[in-house]
């Protein structure tokens, strides 16, 4: 019997989705990335592990059957902080400011002083130690971005393949080119996204739209791989008790789920909707990763808005039981994570401008055009007729067991990161 392909999933962001007491916000891609982990690890043929980024170090290094293993970073949680306002500069003072903030006045100082103990390339397309001695066979990279291309550099410069799976589709900006000065959302530069992408043994993409994106601009072939929710565990959490913390004692709200930044994910374009509709109560989960923008969107919420930073993800399926309703005001995404959520859940959802193919073929909510007005009107429709919410509900809930379930979507992505190695083992 041939011995186990060892996969490495690579989401240096990942380890709050596999600890939730350790803090730290969690995402649609370190989402999907420790729900592969965990059902890859099922697998007989496969042996699994996690690589993540922790200020501390780990108490259980398995978890699930996942091997954790991690780089510990005293200055992380500054550095994830800083990561859309500024990058690591080969000189002094080692960092390039993008974007301005006030707390970088002291948050820079403390980057380039940290710059003097690392270990870390400066050039994110050159192999670092940390990924060249792990126990892999194969790199399963989640998401665009520098740490993506250090870890297919370090697979290579050890004669070992690499995989790159796409979080958003600003992935594929086109702008991403081998002398590109263009940057992603977390400072890293068009030339980094360019190597990933061309470099990577293979591509895996979320949507047939992102495989044509990358066929078109960068000349690749893609393989999709549907995000994947585990219906059962999901399913098992959404009478869980929520801490009134969160909810402040609303029975209903519409739910929004974001970061604090005003170009991709749009706070802003939320509070438009809910001064429309000043009945209709809304919850905001709003990661403050722009603090200005996390500032001003709190300063300029009209009553019926209620903001919170965080919610642990395993409240998130009892979260979306009491949702009437939930909207993305997002410009750009890939899949929505929260958008899979939410029909699971029976949560008719309006969009904006992302999601528009799936809630066509699921019949799960409305998609709006980037119309507010209309938006606006179809949520306070839904809050004063409950009867009106149930069709799209029950067709997302049942779209998502044909398309999203856990099991089937594991098991093509499980074949396919065969395929990628069987001419090497």
């Known amino acids: 019997m041939p011995s186990p392909l060892r996969v490495c999933i690579v989401a240096f962001n990942a380890y709050p989705a596999v600890n939730p007491a350790a803090g730290g916000q969690v995402g649609g891609t370190e989402t999907r990335a420790w729900l592969f982990a965990r059902e890859l690890a099922k697998r007989p043929e496969l042996r699994v592990s996690l690589a993540v980024r922790t200020t501390d170090a780990i108490e259980n290094s398995v978890v699930e059957a996942v091997q954790i293993v991690s780089q510990r970073d005293r200055f992380y949680r500054l550095r994830e902080a800083v990561g859309g306002f500024a990058s690591r500069s080969p000189g002094f003072p080692w960092i390039r400011i993008h974007r301005w903030s006030p707390s970088l006045l002291w948050q820079v100082p403390l980057l380039a002083s940290a710059r003097l103990f690392e270990e870390r390339p400066t050039d994110p397309r050159q192999p670092m130690s940390f990924f060249e001695s792990l126990d892999a066979d194969l790199f399963c990279c989640f998401g665009n971005q520098a740490t993506a291309a250090t870890a297919i550099a370090s697979a290579h410069s050890t004669g070992r393949r690499a995989v790159l799976f796409l979080g958003s589709d600003d992935d594929l900006n086109p702008g991403y080119q081998a002398d590109s000065p263009v940057r992603n959302p ?145 410009s750009l995404e890939g899949f929505p994570n929260a958008i899979l959520q939410a029909a699971a859940s029976r949560v008719p959802i309006v969009s904006l401008e992302v999601g528009q193919v799936f809630l066509s073929e699921s019949q799960s909510g409305v998609f709006t055009a980037g119309d507010i007005e209309r938006s606006a009107a179809v949520l306070k429709s839904w809050a004063s007729d409950q009867s009106l919410r149930i069709p799209p509900g029950e067709n997302g809930r049942s779209y998502v067991e044909q398309h999203h379930a856990v099991g089937p979507v594991t098991n093509r992505f499980a074949e396919e990161l065969l395929r990628v190695t069987a001419n090497v083992r």
């Open 186 to 330: 977390y400072g890293d530069t068009g030339a980094t996204c360019h190597y990933s992408l061309t470099q990577a043994d293979a591509v895996f993409v979320q949507t047939p739209e992102q495989q044509a994106l990358l066929r078109e601009r960068f000349g690749r072939d893609g393989v999709v791989i549907p995000n994947p929710i585990d219906l059962v565990q999901w399913d098992s959490r959404k009478n869980l008790p929520i801490d009134e913390e969160f909810t402040a004692g609303l029975s209903q709200f519409v739910l929004w789920i974001g970061r604090a930044e005003s170009i991709h994910k749009r706070p802003q374009v939320l509070l438009e909707i809910a001064r429309l509709c000043p009945e209709v109560p809304f919850l905001m989960i709003l990661n403050p990763r722009d603090p200005a923008v996390d500032a001003a969107t709190r300063r300029q919420a009209p009553p019926n808005v209620r903001i919170v930073s965080q919610v642990p993800f395993p409240s998130m399926p009892a979260l979306f039981q009491r949702a009437l309703a939930y909207v993305n005001s997002s």
